[in-house]
């Protein structure tokens, strides 16, 4: 999966995850909900383009 991401992706992980990681250390409730919404904001957009894909006969 890394090896896919590149090292453009591989910085916006990082950095999503520090963002998270900075809002955990003030308040742990308000980071978990906001790493639930990112997990399902990905989950959305790979079902999207997955979808897309199939639709051209590509995936």
């Known amino acids: 999966m890394i090896r896919n991401l590149g090292a453009l992706g591989i910085v916006g992980v ?24 990112v997990g399902g904001l990905g989950l959305v957009v790979k079902s999207l383009i997955s979808g897309m894909l199939q639709n051209f006969g590509m995936f």
Request: glycine share 12%.
């Open 14 to 37: 990082l950095l999503l995850l520090a963002g998270i990681g900075l809002i955990a250390s003030q308040n742990l409730l308000i980071a978990l909900g906001m790493a639930l919404i």
